[in-house]
């Protein structure tokens, strides 16, 4: 075979970050995707509609000419997020999400809420879903006690259960799934809970973290998890089940902040995402099923 034709791709969990950068993070996304979900996680975070606007104008200023990407925004939840900004943001036709980053998970998520205060969320995530707007969750309980490979497990059984029984008119991404645990909870779930996986995570398993030295190109959060899970990811993603799309969570840090005494968690992997995607997809025999992840599955959900 030579060529494969799909759809053009949808990417719902990109990090284009700003500045000076964005030139390039754009460039390279535009040319492999159509859309692409924009994570807020900026430093101050875009929490309002007012920043996620101005923010969405930067990015138009360096799509590359004669391209149709289009950027879709998601706001940053805080303790500052209200009722109003949630009806204010449904009204725009480009903010689609809302990201809920448990502090402390990952990258600039210091302004992230706590989990053990997510109920006082519940008036807020009521309205999104009064208002079609999606909830991206970042999954995991970044607490002490709790072991860096359990923290989505744990988030599983602590937060997420009770949050889909108590709301299930609300839309969820379970955003970049690393577990069989997490595999098992998205099918056993009702329509309202869908996940993205990260290419990172069906290439990679914790082993390649260490393999003839530490590899910190291969630290990301959530981090790699055992082959089984890796095994377990794979089997979802190329089963066909509409529950699973693509958002790789393309992350860039400077390479002097990854290959450090203490490196940022992040892989940038959006200009080869296409590529790589379609390889795990052609390895396993199910390129039938590729353009469900890439370019159908999230656009419906
Ligand atoms: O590895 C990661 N990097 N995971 C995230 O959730 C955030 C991202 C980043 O923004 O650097
Ligand atoms: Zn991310």
Redesign the pocket.
Known sequence: MTSIIIRSPDYFHL?LRDGLVLLDTVTATAMNFSRALI?P?LQPPIINTKDAIEYYYRILNVIPENNNFKPLMALYLSSNTTIEDIILASKTSIIKAIKLYPAGT???SNHGIKLTELRQYYPIFQCMAEHNLILCI?GEVPDEEVDIFDREIVFIEKYLKSLINDLPNLKIVFEHITTKDAVDFVINSGPNLSATVTVQHLFSNRNHLFENGLQPHNY??PILKTEKDRQSLIKAVTSGSSKFFAGT?S?P?AKNKKEVSCG???CYTSPVAVALYTEIFDMYNSLDKLQGFLSDNGAKF
Do not use: F
């Open positions: 990090h994570m996680n990952t990258t600039h970042h990301c959060l969570d992350a840090h940022c968690a992040g």
